[in-house]
């Protein structure tokens, strides 16, 4: 096959997208970074910031020109949306990796919950585009614990529901980092991978690895999940039943580690702690 020589990012502002940028910026690719707003993007040096609505598909046109390859974070729009984008996107390149989600089930002709519902509609017309794919799947991401962080600036407990539940949590370098490869190699097209943090966590795990790195003594209060459910403004109603849905699940069942990051990128996945380093400044 020829070549990826250059590369479009969508969603470039983002934690993962951030991260893709980044990481394709130490390669021989040229890098393209679509922003609605270029001037009040901060990218590396060499990196092309170009505008572009997702919202309006023609305005991709002109950043589509030239590129090989797009890595796709849909943002909170419509999934319908998605199709026209996607026709433009096939018109220009030949390559999309799309961040998807792990709530997506393969063996469902319908899926059972909204978050893979959603992801699903996002898959569907990619599948069908003729452009060569790649499917992103992650578990929890450990941006998610980013919520806690007014609770640790302004004292030493946080407040939540299932303390006990049990996940793994993904550094955003590593979902960004099998990104890059399938987006600049071949060996990846038409895969559907599974990601996750190296190890379960509990959410009150979480909480004292945070303490410990920030030197205090942070505490896990547990609350109802209708206390909870009233305090995630941050996603819809049915996507926050659905999460706390999860959660109480996994005090039983924890989240189990896949081996998939170290399988593709050669190097095991970043713990939490590490990434609990990685953004101590969030939280301080």
């Not at 969508?10 to 940028?21: E, K, L, S």
């Not at 909170?76 to 989600?101: F, G, K, Q, T």
């Not at 060569?132 to 030493?156: D, K, S, V």
């Not at 909870?228 to 580690?257: C, H, K, N, R, S």
């Amino acid at each position: 096959m020829a070549q990826i020589a250059k590369v479009l990012v969508i969603g470039a502002t983002g934690h993962v997208g951030g991260q893709v940028v980044s990481q394709l910026a130490e390669t021989e690719v040229t890098v393209r970074a679509l922003a609605r707003k270029p001037e009040a993007a901060s990218f590396p040096t060499g990196v092309e910031v170009v505008p572009g609505d997702l919202t309006a598909p023609e305005t991709l046109i002109r950043a589509l020109d030239g590129v090989d390859a797009v890595y796709l974070t849909w943002p909170n729009l419509p999934a319908d949306n998605v199709i026209p984008v996607v026709e433009v996107i096939a018109e220009h390149a030949r390559r999309i990796v799309l961040l998807s989600s792990a709530a997506v089930r393969d063996d469902l002709e319908e899926q059972d919950n909204p978050i893979g519902k959603v992801h699903a509609l996002l898959e569907e017309p990619i599948r069908n585009s003729g452009l060569e794919w790649t499917f992103l799947r992650p578990y929890g991401f450990a941006t998610n614990t980013l919520e806690w962080a007014p609770q640790i600036r302004t004292g030493n407990v946080v407040r939540g529901a299932y303390g006990a539940a049990s996940m793994t949590l993904l550094h955003e370098a590593d979902i960004a980092a099998v990104a890059v490869r399938a987006l600049i190699t071949d060996e990846h097209i038409g895969a559907r991978y599974e990601l996750s943090g190296p190890a379960s966590l509990s959410r009150a795990e979480q909480v004292a690895i945070i303490g410990a790195t920030l030197g205090r003594p942070l505490v896990w209060e547990e609350i109802t999940r209708e206390q909870a459910e009233a305090q995630m403004d941050w996603v819809p109603a049915e996507f926050a039943d659905y999460i706390l849905g999860g959660l109480a699940a996994m005090v039983d069942t924890p989240g189990l580690p896949t081996s998939t990051i170290q399988e593709v990128t050669g190097s095991p996945a970043r713990s939490y702690a590490q990434w609990v380093a990685d953004h101590a400044a969030d939280f301080a």
